[in-house]
T-cell receptor, first 111, second 113 residues
Framework: EDKVVQSPLSLVVHEGDTVTLNCSYEVTNFRSLLWYKQEKKAPTFLFMLTSSGIEKKSGRLSSILDKKELFSILNITATQTGDSAIYLCASDSGGYQKVTFGTGTKLQVIP | DTAVSQTPKYLVTQMGNDKSIKCEQNLGHDTMYWYKQDSKKFLKIMFSYNNKELIINETVPNRFSPKSPDKAHLNLHINSLELGDSAVYFC????????????FGPGTRLTVL
């Protein structure tokens, strides 16, 4: 059975701090790893990673994948209160896009 | 323009009832999904439909049945509701390209009393 594990489960930081969220996976037929941000409602897409070692960046957020060690990290620099959310990692495998989500990391940024 | 929409947003009902949640996407995607998110925020896939064909059914009780009248719609019917069915149900869609992102609907919060 495919498995995605995220750590830490929750995190409280102050504005301006840098955080690193972790995601490890055990997946057959791995194709890509996806990061989502979930605030009050639906998850919204952040990144899709398919190749090892290539960093994807969007503003203060960046992510990288290590396919040898089977993990990914999501970095957020200079955190703001608006970054407070649950960050979900998901693996995409199989011929018809079987997606397995991790349990999520709840990030709270306090002023 | 709403990409993935769900109705209703909230649903409160008694145990034993039958209910439906509707989902529509206007993105032209070929694959649609239903997810259940429990109180611990764990998001678990229930079904996915590709061109009207059910392709994943993740050990979901047969009280749950997805119905897709066309590729833009995937409705979820639930029979004989139980307390444990209380959760937020998300619909999502994606294109057929491998590894593409999924677009999620706003969710339907189901409470079974």
């Amino acid at each position: 059975e495919d498995k995605v594990v995220q750590s830490p489960l929750s995190l409280v930081v102050h504005e301006g701090d840098t955080v690193t969220l972790n995601c490890s996976y055990e997946v057959t037929n791995f194709r890509s790893l996806l990061w989502y941000k979930q605030e009050k409602k639906a998850p919204t897409f952040l990144f899709m990673l398919t190749s090892s070692g290539i960093e994807k960046k969007s503003g203060r957020l960046s992510s990288i994948l290590d396919k040898k060690e089977l993990f990914s990290i999501l970095n957020i620099t200079a955190t703001q209160t608006g970054d407070s959310a649950i960050y979900l990692c998901a693996s995409d495998s199989g011929g018809y896009q079987k997606v397995t989500f991790g349990t999520g990391t709840k990030l709270q940024v306090i002023p | 323009d709403t990409a993935v929409s769900q109705t209703p947003k909230y649903l409160v009902t008694q145990m034993g009832n039958d209910k439906s949640i509707k989902c529509e996407q206007n993105l032209g995607h070929d694959t649609m999904y239903w997810y259940k998110q429990d109180s611990k925020k764990f998001l678990k896939i229930m079904f996915s439909y590709n061109n009207k064909e059910l392709i994943i059914n993740e050990t979901v009780p047969n009280r749950f049945s997805p119905k897709s009248p066309d590729k833009a719609h995937l409705n979820l019917h639930i029979n004989s509701l139980e307390l444990g069915d209380s959760a937020v149900y998300f619909c999502a869609s994606s294109s057929n390209n491998p590894g593409n992102e999924q677009f999620f609907g706003p969710g339907t919060r189901l409470t079974v009393l």
